[in-house]
C-alpha cells in the first residue's frame, strides 16, 4: 500500500482539462511544500514535471500546473494532447524514516 | 545533454548479491545527491536509498536497510548500489536519478533502469 493515495486512473479528451489529486498526511503532503510529479511513458522512466508543489522545470510544458490545499497536492494538465497519455506519480518529502514517499500512480487515458 | 546509465542487473537467486552501477556525464557529478530509484513490474515507484554529494549523508528505505549498500565515486563519475541477500520482493527495473543541492524532488534527471530479478 503507498503512503500516498492517487486515484487508479483518470481520463480525458483532447484540448480538455483533467486533475490528478494525491492525498497524504501533514507528516507528507501537508507538512511541506516538496510534492512532485513525474510523468513515466510505458517502458520509459520517470521525467519530472512539477517540483516543490507548483514549480515547472525548464522545458516542461505551462500546459502542466500544480497546487496544494491542506494534505491533498493536485496536478492539473490542461489542453489534453495525445502525449499527455501516461502513468502520473506523485511523490512528497517526509518526516518519516524514509524521506519520500510515492502515491500509488494514477493512469492518463486520453479519449 | 545529461546521461545516466544504469548496469549490472541480471537474474540471481535469492540470497544472493549483486552490485548495480550508475555512470553519469554531461554535469558535474560531484556537485549532485543521487538517489536509487526502483518499480517492481506493473507496480509503482519505490525510493530505495539517498546519496549526498560527498557521500556524508545516506538515507535507505526501512525495506532495504541493512541489505543494500549505497556508494560513489565522484572520481569516476559512478553511482553504486551493493545488494545483498536479495528476497524475491526485490525483483523490479533500478533508476539513478540525480537530486540538485538544496531540492526535494526524487530527481530531475533518471537512467533508463536496469533490471533485476529475483529468482531460483
Known amino acids: 500500500q503507498s503512503a500516498l493515495t492517487q486515484p487508479a486512473s483518470v481520463s480525458g479528451s483532447p484540448g480538455q482539462s483533467i486533475t490528478i489529486s494525491c492525498t ?16 513515466q511513458h510505458p517502458g520509459k522512466a520517470p521525467k519530472l514535471m ?5 514549480n515547472r522545470p525548464s522545458g516542461v510544458s505551462n500546459r502542466f500546473s500544480g497546487s496544494k490545499s491542506g494534505n491533498t497536492a493536485s496536478l492539473t494538465i490542461s489542453g489534453l494532447q495525445a502525449e499527455d497519455e501516461a502513468d502520473y506519480y506523485c511523490s512528497s518529502y517526509t518526516s518519516s524514516s524514509n524521506p519520500w514517499v510515492f502515491g500509488g500512480g494514477t493512469k492518463l487515458t486520453v479519449l | 545533454e545529461v546521461q545516466l546509465v544504469e548496469s549490472g542487473g541480471g537474474l540471481v537467486k535469492p540470497g544472493g548479491s549483486l552490485r548495480l552501477s550508475c555512470a553519469a556525464s554531461g554535469f558535474t557529478f560531484s556537485s549532485y545527491s543521487m538517489n536509487w530509484v526502483r518499480q517492481a513490474p506493473g507496480k509503482g515507484l519505490e525510493w530505495v536509498s539517498s546519496i549526498s554529494s ?17 556508494s560513489r565515486d565522484n572520481a569516476k563519475n559512478s553511482l553504486y548500489l551493493q545488494m545483498n541477500s536479495l528476497r524475491a520482493e526485490d525483483t523490479a527495473v533500478y533508476y539513478c536519478a540525480r537530486v540538485d543541492s538544496g531540492s526535494y524532488y526524487v530527481g530531475d534527471y533518471w537512467g533508463q533502469g536496469t533490471l533485476v530479478t529475483v529468482s531460483s
Open chain 1, 50 to 54: 512539477i517540483y516543490d508543489v507548483s
Open chain 2, 54 to 70: 560527498s557521500s556524508s549523508y545516506i538515507y535507505y528505505a526501512d525495506s532495504v536497510k541493512g541489505r543494500f549498500t549505497i
Open chain 1, 24 to 39: 497524504g498526511t501533514s507528516s507528507d503532503v501537508g507538512g511541506y511544500n516538496y510534492v512532485s510529479w513525474y510523468q
